[in-house]
């Protein structure tokens, strides 16, 4: 089946020591999201790529970079991870802007 | 005021009620509604997608949207043990932020056998 596949589905890292999550897709879609999603909260957008296009959203840390080096993934880095980032990282793509978003099971970061 | 209001619940019902979940926003230029199934430790899974005013329905499920009231609905009927999940209400403009969801806080529900 297409689907949207995050790894790792766990990641423990140490205070300030860089992570990279990631997300592969297998729908050939030209919109690809990261959200971060806190325990009982609604996912907040940090950006999203439409195809090779990079749009961050205003009130997304710097700390939080993302790389997308070919349609089927997406990266995301933190370069220097806190206690409040942890969190549930979810990836989403969607065929174009405006169109129904269909999401990845998420990475959980914990950080130690 | 919130954007997207959603009651977290928890909502708690028998197997076989029928269920009805509910959010109200302040935005008028949200033209697209949808609403999401998330389990536990999962991702959001898509269930209905709605373009403006009306009803669509999808097997057990049924979305009304009521854009004069600002306010949309998700009914479950006949619910079963494995609807048990966090429901949540998105929506986005038709306008140059099409692409970001405005979700509500979601809803809890428990079907109990």
């Known amino acids: 089946d297409a689907m949207v596949i995050q790894n790792p589905r766990y990641q423990v890292t140490q205070f300030g020591k860089p992570v990279t999550l990631s997300c592969s897709q297998t729908?050939?879609?030209?919109?690809m999201y990261w959200y971060q999603q806190k325990s009982s909260q609604a996912p907040k957008l940090l950006f999203h790529y439409y195809d090779k296009d990079f749009n961050n959203e205003a009130d997304t840390p710097d700390n939080f970079q993302s790389r997308r080096p070919n349609t089927s993934f997406c990266f995301l880095d933190i370069r220097s991870p806190g206690l409040g980032d942890a969190a549930m990282y979810l990836c989403?793509?969607?065929?174009?802007?405006?169109?129904?978003?269909?999401f990845g099971d998420g990475t959980r970061l914990s950080i130690l | 005021q919130k954007e997207v209001e959603q009651d977290p619940g928890p909502l708690s019902v028998p197997e076989g009620a029928i269920v009805s979940l509910n959010c109200t926003y302040s935005n008028s230029a949200f033209q697209y509604f949808m609403w999401y199934r998330q389990y536990s430790r999962k991702g959001p899974e898509l269930l209905m997608y709605?373009?403006?005013?009306g009803n669509k329905e999808d097997g057990r499920f049924t979305a009304q949207v009521d854009k004069s009231s600002k306010y949309i609905s998700l009914f479950i009927r006949d619910s079963q043990p494995s609807d048990s999940a966090t429901y949540l209400c998105a929506m986005s403009d038709s306008g140059g932020s099409n692409y970001k969801l405005t979700f509500g806080k979601g809803t809890l529900l428990t079907v109990n056998p």
């Open positions: 729908l050939n879609h030209n919109v």
């Open positions: 709605t373009y403006s005013s």
């Open positions: 989403a793509t969607s065929r174009d802007q405006g169109q129904p978003q269909h």
